[in-house]
């Protein structure tokens, strides 16, 4: 990796406590190409191994990348099944390197509408790493930030109909605790790649103080080095200030 950006991130004060990435421009990397969508989905994965690479040496607590949204699955199903394929494959082939760095890999989103073999990739993955202590890292997949926030209200509403809560008990911490992300410190930073200035129904409620940083480049040509450059920016412009949730 690069030591210069990481010691430079370090000692500002180091990285933010959470980062969301929206990885954006595959198809439109492939499309340049002369070639079909999925080869950009592949290079993509190249990509994310970089940045989770980059992560790890910078020591993110926490990093989200969103993988397949809800909106997605309205894709051509070739293409779904040739991202479903894609994920299955590296959910199961980066176990040991994710498991060996000290990542606590889960899934954050609807995954019972998932084939069988992937939800068992799934399964597999948030098992072996589920002692990693370097670094959360979560998918999002077949996630939308919409669906998400009506799910916890539904389970809010099974509170009160079964006597468990009262309706004045419910304030923001209490309908976080029924996020996905539960537990998690919301992201300080969001970047999005590709140039588009969209937050595309992720992590809605989560990201209501994060800072929004765009790439350029599309999400096959963003690298580690990239990821940490930005970081980097991030902090100068924040210049150390704690996120505007404080203020
Ligand atoms: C957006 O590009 C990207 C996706 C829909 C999928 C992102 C998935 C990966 C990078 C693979 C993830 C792999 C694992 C193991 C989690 P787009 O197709 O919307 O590009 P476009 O905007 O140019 O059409």
Same mark, same amino acid.
Request: aromatic share 14%; glycine share 10%.
């Given at each position: 990796m690069n030591p210069s950006l990481v010691n430079r991130i370090r000692a500002g004060g180091g990285p933010p406590a959470h980062v969301a990435v929206i990885m954006d421009g595959n198809g439109r990397w492939a499309g340049r190409r002369g070639r079909r969508r999925e080869y950009g989905h592949r290079a993509g994965v190249l990509a994310l191994r970089d940045v989770v690479s980059a992560a790890l040496e910078v020591r993110l607590p926490v990093l989200t990348v969103?993988?397949?949204?809800?909106?997605?699955?309205? *894709?051509p199903p070739a293409e779904v099944t040739s991202l479903m394929s894609l994920l299955e494959l590296h959910l199961r082939r980066e176990v040991p390197e994710l498991k060996r760095r000290g990542v606590c890999a889960r899934v954050l989103g609807r995954? *019972? *509408?998932?084939p069988p073999r992937v939800r068992w990739a799934i399964t597999l993955l948030e098992r072996e790493t589920r002692?990693?202590?370097a670094m959360r890292l979560n998918f999002a997949l077949s996630y939308g930030a919409r669906r998400e926030m009506a799910r916890a209200a539904r389970r809010l509403a099974r509170e009160v109909a079964d006597g468990r809560?009262?309706?004045?008990?419910?304030d923001e911490g209490r309908f976080a605790a029924?996020?996905?992300?539960?537990?998690l410190p919301d992201p300080e930073l969001l970047i999005r790649t590709s140039g588009e200035h969209r937050l595309s129904n992720f992590l809605l409620w989560q990201t209501a103080h994060a800072r929004i940083r765009v790439s350029p480049l599309l999400w096959p040509d963003f690298s580690g080095k990239a990821f940490l450059e930005m970081i980097l920016d991030d902090q100068l412009r924040a210049g150390g200030n704690p996120p505007v949730s404080a203020a």
């Open positions: 969103f993988a397949f949204s809800d909106e997605n699955w309205r *894709r995954t *019972r *509408r998932l002692q990693g202590k809560l009262d309706p004045e008990g419910i029924h996020l996905y992300t539960e537990g």
